[in-house]
């Protein structure tokens, strides 16, 4: 079946550091791809998706692009800030409009300032 | 405003007392679901309604009743929660007709059985 894989966190970094938050997928067919945020004592947001391949999506600074080639959509914000700390969940769905999400595990992000 | 809605926010509980907990939204969404989230394993799916009357299971949806009896409401029921049923848990609604189909989520609603 369909599967996410991210990496484990905490990820810590300063304020203004680079982020990068990897995310395989295994899927068939040509799923769609989703980065959700959840901030503390929140639910979920969908934060940036990609319905096909070499489309980037992008939001809030932050952006990812389906590379079906590697089957993966990492996350990057060019600089980060302490705003940011949440824990980011990359999940994907079969791209029909019954599917469901398959999420990752999430990764928790810590900013400091 | 559109949203999901979700209560109670928080439940203490305890073994073999049924309890309800409420999912709304006022975005007309065809479908509802339930996950529930624990430490080190996500998000997990444990039951779904593509529309009115029609639902189905996840991948945990052991111990856990649904119903979908109106578009706007899907009810998690646990008939006899016990323990292992502590977790964070979450309603989503999304469309189901293409190119709109990103989750909505509900706030989440804390739930400890003891």
């Known amino acids: 079946g369909d599967s996410v894989t991210q990496m484990e966190g905490p990820v810590t970094l300063s304020e203004e550091a680079f982020l990068t938050i990897n995310c395989t997928y295994t899927?068939?067919?040509?799923?769609?791809l989703f980065w959700y945020v959840q901030y503390p004592g929140e639910g979920l947001q969908l934060l940036l998706k990609?319905?096909?391949?070499?489309d980037k999506g992008s939001n809030k600074g932050f952006e990812a692009t389906y590379r079906k080639e590697t089957t993966s959509f990492h996350l990057e914000k060019g600089s980060v800030q302490v705003s940011d700390s949440a824990v980011y969940f990359c999940?994907?769905?079969?791209?029909?409009?019954?599917?469901?999400?398959?999420f990752g595990k999430g990764t928790m992000l810590l900013v400091s300032p | 405003e559109a949203q999901v809605t979700q209560n109670p926010r928080y439940l203490i509980t305890v073994t073999g007392k049924k309890l309800t907990v409420t999912c709304s939204q006022n975005m007309n969404h065809e479908y509802m679901s339930w996950y529930r989230q624990d430490p080190g394993l996500g998000l997990r799916q444990i039951y779904y309604?593509?529309?009115?009357?029609?639902?189905d299971k996840g991948d945990v949806p052991e111990g856990y009743k649904v119903s979908r009896k109106e578009k706007r409401n899907f009810p998690l029921i646990l008939e006899s929660p016990s323990p292992n049923q502590t977790s964070l848990y979450f309603c989503?609604?999304?469309?189901?007709?293409?190119?709109?189909?990103?989750?909505?989520f509900g706030p989440g609603t804390r739930l400890t059985v003891l």
């Open positions: 999940a994907l769905s079969d791209g029909s409009g019954y599917s469901t999400l398959t």
């Open positions: 899927a068939t067919g040509y799923p769609s």
């Open positions: 309604s593509m529309n009115v009357e029609v639902t």
């Open positions: 990609a319905t096909k391949a070499d």
């Open positions: 989503a609604t999304k469309f189901t007709t293409l190119p709109r189909n990103e989750q909505f």
